[in-house]
């Protein structure tokens, strides 16, 4: 747990709320205090839910301090029992009231025994890890609690292709698009949807995972942990190769047949799909990604610098496709998922100048102070970040501003999700023409930036003979000598920038 101004991932309960509410029937009770009970509104309005979000809270007030809230959380979970009549009630703290260190375990299996529905207590550390990992925690616990309960478990596995898809969840990064992608994507490849767990799935469903012959894991972040429990249990591969960019969607597929090849009972298909060629064929004429990456359009990229921060699967994946697709230099890049720092670590090694794992917004401003790319790809905090150095950046992970998450269709998965990467690359530079009357018109406003360093390093000072020498070059691209001029100051720990510092900055950069 940290207690910072902003983070990048919420509070453990914000990911078991998420999968709570992700599936239908079930409802999440928080045990919290006034305030931590924001999920419903924030929910609400990101995913413009015409429903009321499955989630209250069973207030901790100073009642509940002088007497104990075992009355008070036991009633609640029985009348929700009788007022939603949900399949399954998830009992959740907050960081706030895990300080009481009630046996709230033993409040569920006290209501258990009076309620009609099942009811859990989400078993995860609030102090020791965030909202993305509890989310996968709680998606897992769920999965092996109906699994286990189940006494009739049919393990025979479908005659036909057959996948469940693991983790596409509520207020997760254009989720429902790359899930519809998904979808048709599979459809193309005659491999028939067993479950999707856990947005829009029933509580029931699990029983039925076991049937399907892989799991597809497109996130890294929620799924994996269930991913692993039924391959454990069930011997059942999983493919964790996120769909992502030209190169990626290939291994993807490539692997999807492996693990159907993998199981010794035989295939029942309607049709014979030949993988390579369906690979050829959607990388040449569905994506326009490969032929847009030997354009002229995407050689404008050439040496333009980029720095891409996010989670750990969107980071990853946009930075292969940057510099291994388009050709794009990726100074930085980093990740706020500190859990899966050795995966990210080992899948962009190759790809990058330097990589960041940290959690502090305020790290990754200096470093693209220090950087200063011609764009920036990452989170909400990187796009107000890049707002004020004037450094234009494309969204590409969350946590994400309702902008985000779009009526259209956006995926960013699949053959679809190429090209809508490759649009998203592309209008999130500020190229030729674009950069002089950007200069000319004084930007997209007229609010004076104060400063363009979210650095602490004092700012050079410039003597009156170097801004009146500053003052002769044209405007368009007066700004850029100065700030590349600043830059080298500051490389060399020059104070005082003079027009002989001036000249050697240029011959530095020549």
Not at 187 to 214: M, T
Not at 228 to 244: A, D, H, I, Q
Request: net charge negative; glycine share 6%; aromatic share 8%.
């Amino acid at each position: 747990m940290k207690l910072a101004h902003w983070m990048y991932a919420g509070p453990a309960h914000i990911g078991t709320l998420r999968v709570a509410s992700s599936f239908k029937n079930v409802h999440a009770i928080m045990h919290a205090p006034l305030g931590d009970d924001y999920f419903n509104v924030m929910r609400s309005m990101l995913e413009r839910e015409r429903n009321f979000t499955p989630a209250t809270a069973s207030i901790v007030d100073r009642h509940v301090l002088a007497r104990g809230s075992r009355k008070r959380v036991v009633d609640h979970i029985i009348r929700k029992d009788k007022e939603e009549g949900p399949d399954l009630i998830i009992l959740t703290p907050t960081c706030t009231s895990s300080i009481l260190q009630e046996d709230l375990k033993n409040f569920v299996d006290r209501a258990s025994i009076i309620s009609d529905c099942n009811v859990i207590f989400a078993d995860v550390d609030h102090y020791q890890v965030n909202e993305i990992q509890a989310a996968d925690r709680t998606l897992e616990q769920v999965v092996r609690y109906y699994l286990e309960k189940s006494h009739t478990l049919d393990q025979f596995v479908t005659d036909a292709p057959s996948v469940n898809i693991i983790g596409i969840i509520t207020l997760g990064f254009h989720n429902r698009h790359d899930c519809r992608e998904l979808r048709r994507l599979l459809k193309d490849l005659d491999i028939r949807i067993n479950q999707i767990i856990p947005e829009g799935g029933s509580v029931e469903d699990p029983k039925n995972l076991p049937k399907a012959r892989f799991n597809l894991i497109p996130y890294r972040e929620v799924g994996l942990m269930t991913a692993m429990y039924l391959n454990k249990e069930f011997g059942m591969p999983y493919v964790s190769t996120t769909p992502m960019g030209a190169v990626d969607m290939a291994e993807c597929i490539r692997q999807i047949k492996k693990s159907l090849e993998t199981l010794a009972a035989p295939i029942l298909s309607s049709k014979r799909v030949d993988y390579e060629s369906y690979i050829d064929g959607q990388t040449r004429f569905v994506s326009q990604a490969a032929w847009f990456s030997r354009s002229i359009d995407c050689q404008n990229f050439t040496g333009k610098e980029t720095v891409v921060f996010g989670d750990a699967t969107h980071a990853a994946s946009i930075t292969k496709i940057l510099a291994r697709e388009m050709g794009i230099r990726v100074s930085c890049t980093g990740t706020y998922c500190k859990h899966d720092a050795e995966w990210f670590k080992e899948q962009i090694k190759d790809f990058c100048d330097e990589i960041i794992i940290t959690d502090d917004h305020a790290e990754v401003g200096d470093i693209i102070s220090r950087v200063e790319p011609s764009a920036i790809f990452g989170t909400q905090m990187e796009r107000h970040i890049g707002k004020r150095l004037e450094i234009p950046c494309g969204v590409i992970s969350a946590p994400a501003h309702i902008q985000n998450f779009s009526l259209g269709y956006r995926p960013f998965l699949g053959y679809e999700g190429t090209n809508q990467i490759a649009d998203l690359v592309y209008n999130s530079f500020a190229l030729g023409m674009e950069d002089h009357l950007l200069d000319i018109f004084c930007g997209h406003d007229t609010k004076e930036i104060m400063t363009k360093s979210l650095s602490t390093d004092i700012s050079p000072i410039w003597d009156p003979e170097s801004r009146q020498e500053l003052g002769k070059i044209p405007r368009f691209v007066r700004d850029e000598v100065k700030r590349n001029t600043e830059k080298f100051a500051r490389r060399k720990g020059i104070l005082n920038v003079t027009v002989e510092v001036m000249h050697a900055a240029k011959e530095a950069l020549s």
